[in-house]
């Protein structure tokens, strides 16, 4: 028993230090181990398969859209970035430069991607000439790299996984359309899937992305009242066709520029799920995405009979979800702990006395309830459960964040909320930049959207007393 | 009807020139797109969809062996890379540097990974410490950067996709059978899903891979009579454990260096798909991997009923094939040509007099033969046709690999057949470096591989006439 124990005690309490928790469960759960290159992280299998189950499900949902995946070079020649001016101020502080290839100095430095928009745009003005070749809808699965100084596993490392759309289209109201289908998209996929609700919105001009018209985002909110960005949908309108000239003969035989967007969501999306459902015992992974749904654990597997049960259940299982035997030679207590810490939804336990009694337990990772259940109605159990799990991760992820958002229409109840309360914080606010970056300044809150369900507060900006405009949500942010 | 011919005109004849007629069908049948970045290309929707196919395909097979996929960075500092002295004086010379992140020169500057055998080697020398750790089975699904001089469309390109596999043993004996278990996987998916044949067998010492005890490939035959290496298993033994210091604690308590090998297949089999089986209307894709198997082109479009048939037709279809209807506004010619172009399997017409005649008409891609089909049995006549095509596209090319293998017992003889009979050539060496150098400077010819299949065609080597110890395949290569 004392390497059960060791297991379940190297966790640090989410009470005591959330971010070490954080760091801890990451680690046992072996989703990641660091490496060798600063600020990258390796995805184990337990870390790399939760992103394949987002990832065939994310693609799936992209392709009833219409969208065709593509693969652009992971290179950026130095005068292609620079081509679109914002863009290029917002990310070339943060790239790597590739100089040398071989023993040669190349002619003209190139950057890894941190993104890809100068490389569609590239492609687009290249293949786009007529009407008829419009709209593009494409998107690439693939890694970026950007230099950050501070790193964490899944939410900010120099390298990550992720997928980026880029459209091109004839209209600006199309391009408008597309973005917000995708952040509909996006806000339904981690809801449904990932269990996690979402605030929609759309970002200030400070916060929006470079180059873009107009960001919107999914905005979540993490067990410690932190807010996560968890997915960006962004319109071009026609700035980048101008800077990369992407013309197309329209049907009146005129020349026209077309209408961008770009979306992305990354591994990040990883993180969300840790600190949305995690406890003190690890991991908690919603049923829908979980790699292995169901892990059934022997109990005196040596017994006669228990294994060939186990294999039995396994079997039987099958056909309604994604399960294992745990039929390793640690006990099952360790056993036990370790499905825990990586966060199985359910764990079905089968000894010598159930077999006896044509019975098994099932325990809910979630809420450790235990049923036991006649073994001819295990299936259909089981089925249920995994439902309920669902439903039940995303009732208490959305109580949660309803609990921690509160109201301010004064100055000083603002900064009280964001030094008491952690979470989101709704107010009102004039529009102003200034008003913006006072707040970050005074309380480190940022505004983290304008949400499309907006509610009328006040009359005032919460900051600066003038008119208000709209309601944004604020919060301190990862 | 000018249109339809532009289409097909483009495109060079393969007798006249081979290359040219490879570079014709990756742009016409819109596989690639040349990108701004020197030596590197854009893969469009037709093309990736291939890999795609490729890519899900293989995936399921390496999980059925028990690998794991995982991401590892894609970054390798120069220390790494010098751990295993023979890997990185094969690798040095071509890989990319980086140098610099944001504004600030890296203390240690940092290559792309050209391969990642470094980075596992750091990963199991820190995950691996038991015999209860083993073996570790893992893959990753990324892309690799080699710097090419002269580089071609899926052949040969800056930066490739691939797969790479990576796995660590307790014993020598299972890191050999786990290096064949894989060459026999590719070879068995080469021939079934991508209907070509593979010739299996070792590489000789002057031909391995960089660090490797030994390494088997398979070797395919194009139609111009050149050989393309298709994909790569290799056995490192326990070098790089002793460089990396990879070692675990067996069952009798002594500590023990695992024993490694690595595998991989690249986007460079599509190039081999189109060198194989196209023709001089583009691209044959063998069903099994062709991302559309069937498309309807409707005849009269316009005409009552004719769309809404179609539509019918590919609702009946979907259930046992990828199908799509196209009814862009292009004449039937250019669909056809187009649907040729692209190596569609079968098309299926639909018009008027055959919604009259309650028919259809399939054309097969391959062979041109047409079926006029009651729709009654046009579901049935679809499934057959698929696997027939599979089967004869296997054939056709086994017998043209056949046709296309000569054997050398004398000097002239082998002198002879480079240069006048395209294809393999069967000849018997002695195992010294030296006639394998005087055979390539000669020739241009180089050792394929050493066949698991042998045959003894002399007892002499072809080069030297000294004894002979093994029957090498010999040609000239992509």
Request: charged letters at 30%; glycine letters at 6%.
């Amino acid at each position: 028993m004392a390497s059960d124990k060791k297991l379940v005690e190297a966790i640090t309490s989410m009470e005591d230090d959330f971010a070490q928790w954080y760091t801890d469960v990451v680690k046992k759960a072996e989703l990641i181990e660091y490496s060798s290159v600063k600020g990258c992280m390796i995805l184990r299998p337990a870390g790399y398969s939760i992103w394949e189950m987002i990832q065939k499900n994310l693609d799936a949902r992209f392709k009833e859209t219409g969208v065709e995946n593509v693969y652009m070079p992971m290179f950026i020649p130095e005068s292609l970035l620079n081509k679109e001016k914002d863009h290029v101020e917002g990310f070339a502080p943060e790239v790597a430069w590739v100089t040398h290839g071989g023993s040669e100095a190349l002619s003209e430095r190139m950057c890894i991607r941190p993104t890809s928009e100068t490389l569609f745009c590239d492609l687009y003005s290249n293949i786009v000439q007529s009407y008829r070749d419009l709209p593009k809808v494409y998107n690439q699965w693939c890694s970026v790299c950007r230099w950050e100084k501070t790193t964490r596993p899944f939410l900010r490392t120099t390298e990550f996984l992720w997928q980026e759309g880029h459209t091109a289209h004839a209209t600006a109201q199309e391009a408008e359309e597309r973005t917000i289908q995708m952040l509909n998209l996006y806000a339904d996929f981690c809801e449904n899937e990932l269990a996690i609700p979402m605030i929609k919105g759309k970002k200030t001009d400070k916060e929006k992305f470079a180059g873009a018209e107009a960001t919107y985002t999914i905005e979540a909110l993490m067990h410690d009242g932190k807010a996560l960005q968890s997915g960006t949908s962004h319109n071009f309108g026609d700035g980048f066709a101008k800077a990369f000239d992407i013309q197309y003969t329209d049907k009146d035989n005129t020349l026209k520029y077309v209408h961008q967007t770009s979306w992305g969501m990354t591994t990040r999306l990883i993180g969300a799920v840790i600190m949305v459902h995690g406890d003190n015992s690890g991991l908690v992974l919603p049923p829908r995405i979980a790699p292995t749904q169901v892990m059934i654990i022997p109990i005196m597997q040596k017994k006669e009979g228990v294994l060939e049960k186990a294999a039995e259940l396994k079997e039987m299982l099958s056909g309604v979800c994604r399960v294992k035997v745990d039929d390793s030679d640690k006990t099952p207590g360790f056993k036990f702990a370790e499905s825990e810490m990586r966060g199985i939804p359910l764990r079905v336990e089968i000894g010598p006395k159930d077999i006896e009694a044509n019975q098994a337990v099932i325990v809910r990772r979630d809420t450790r309830e235990k049923y036991v259940v006649c073994i001819d109605e295990l299936q259909g159990k089981v089925e249920e459960l995994l439902v309920t799990v669902q439903k039940d991760m995303l009732e208490r992820a959305t109580v949660h964040r309803d609990a921690h958002t509160t109201t301010a229409t004064t100055y000083e109840e603002f900064k009280d909320a964001v030094a008491t309360k952690p979470g989101f914080i709704k107010a009102m606010w004039c529009g102003d930049e200034a008003c913006e970056k006072k707040i970050k300044e005074d309380t480190t809150a940022t505004s983290r959207c304008m949400p499309f369900v907006q509610e009328n507060l006040s009359d005032t900006c919460v900051c600066c007393g003038k008119p208000a405009k709209t309601m944004v949500y604020w919060g301190k942010a990862y």
